[in-house]
């Protein structure tokens, strides 16, 4: 079965830049969600979205970040301008309802120089 | 603040012996507890869960135990493998309806399994 799949799996690009990270649920899952890890902060939830809608997007750090999902099968999440304190590993992860455990991507280590 | 906490950032067990894992958190209104376990450059993978309504959940080698008066959890390996040498992080949840939901996670403990 294929799980979360993220991409790309490594980023590097300069401040100022856009970014776009994608991530494809697994079929059938109607629940998305966006972390980041830091070592400072840990794992903290973005953005999630139910049924393609965002539900609650009170994690995103300010307006630079914006998440979208256009179908079931698909979320990108856009830093744009990118700073070098958006540096991370950010995760994708789905579940088939709200309340059931989430299957996580392998992530995408972003680096802004 | 940190509402969930794993105050060990590292644990070493010998193969074979019990790994037990600890965790405490602030908010009462969690209602659901999980344990994930990640391996360097992969994903958290899920590897048990607790309502608040149990004390104790049961999974092959694994258990978690909730104690909600003290607003603690635990998780036990046993016996412990050198397979399950990885990043473990406590998580909880609080469902509090129309739509929200949040996953709280810990900063996580690294365990190694000496063989």
């Known amino acids: 079965d294929a799980g979360v799949i993220q991409s790309p799996r490594h980023e590097v690009t300069e401040m100022g830049q856009e970014v776009t990270l994608r991530c494809k649920p697994i079929?059938?899952?109607?629940?998305l969600f966006w972390y980041r890890q830091t070592m400072m902060r840990g794992l903290e939830l973005l953005i999630y979205?139910?049924?393609?809608?965002?539900?609650?997007d009170s994690g995103m750090p300010e307006d630079r970040f914006s998440a979208k999902m256009p179908n079931a099968s698909f979320s990108t999440l856009k830093i744009q301008p990118s700073e070098p304190r958006d540096s991370a590993v950010y995760f994708c992860?789905?579940?088939?309802?709200?309340?059931?455990?989430?299957?996580f991507g392998d992530g995408t280590r972003l680096s802004i120089l | 603040d940190q509402q969930v906490k794993q105050n060990s950032p590292s644990l070493s067990v010998q193969e074979g012996r019990i790994s037990i894992l600890n965790c405490d958190y602030t908010?009462?209104?969690?209602?659901?507890f999980l344990w994930y376990k990640k391996y360097p450059a992969e994903g958290p993978t899920f590897l048990i869960s607790i309502s608040s309504i149990k004390d104790k959940n049961e999974d092959g080698r694994f258990t978690v135990f909730l104690n909600k008066s003290a607003k603690h959890l635990s998780l036990h390996i046993v016996p412990s493998q050198p397979g399950d040498s990885a990043v473990y992080f406590c998580a909880a949840t609080r469902y509090s309806g129309a739509g929200s939901y949040q996953l709280t996670f810990g900063k996580g403990t690294k365990l190694s399994v000496i063989p």
């Open positions: 992860a789905s579940s088939w309802g709200e309340d059931q455990p989430q299957h």
């Open positions: 908010n009462s209104m969690f209602d659901y």
């Open positions: 079929s059938g899952h109607n629940s």
């Open positions: 979205f139910n049924n393609n809608v965002p539900i609650d």
